[in-house]
């Protein structure tokens, strides 16, 4: 007799995160590239084990929320400090059917302002130990670009 699971993708998604002892649990090292145009890097940028000039390393753990890799980008980075700058994620991984990479759109903050993303963490968006995050930051005079892969209609 063949036993079928009634478990789905939702109660799967509900599942409450484990949370993590950061001072049992060794952390990760994370390769954060960085523009200040406002827009991500191209896929094709990260192909051939080249990787854009502007990284960042940051160590830390998989439950670190974007607010939390905000405050750290920002102590790098004075001019982007200033409030109202808005940072916006990508995870950058590779594609498992080719050697290319995909920027996949996990979330935006605002410094000075909270935000719905803000407590988003890295697990709960699916990274995985070895992938990039891809940061476009755009300084508070100018508005963030429209999301090229979003159509208009």
Known sequence: MA????????EI??????????????????????TNSGRHH????FARGNVPSSELQIYTWMDATL????????????EARKKG???????VYPDPRGKVY???????????????????TLQSQRFQ???YLDIAITPPNRAPP??????PF
């Open 102 to 120: 995909r920027l996949k759109d996990i979330g935006s903050t605002i410094s000075g302002r909270k935000g719905a993303d803000d407590s988003m």
């Open 67 to 78: 607010k939390e890799l905000t405050s750290l980008v920002k102590e790098v980075y004075p």
């Open 146 to 151: 429209l999301n090229t892969r979003m159509r």
């Open 13 to 34: 998604k509900k599942e409450p995160e484990k949370p993590i002892d950061r001072e049992k649990t060794c952390p990760l090292l994370l390769r954060v590239f960085t």
């Open 85 to 91: 700058t808005h940072f916006s994620f990508a995870i």
């Open 42 to 45: 191209r896929a094709d940028e």
């Open 129 to 131: 130990i070895g992938d």
């Open 3 to 10: 036993l079928e699971s009634r478990i789905t993708q939702e």
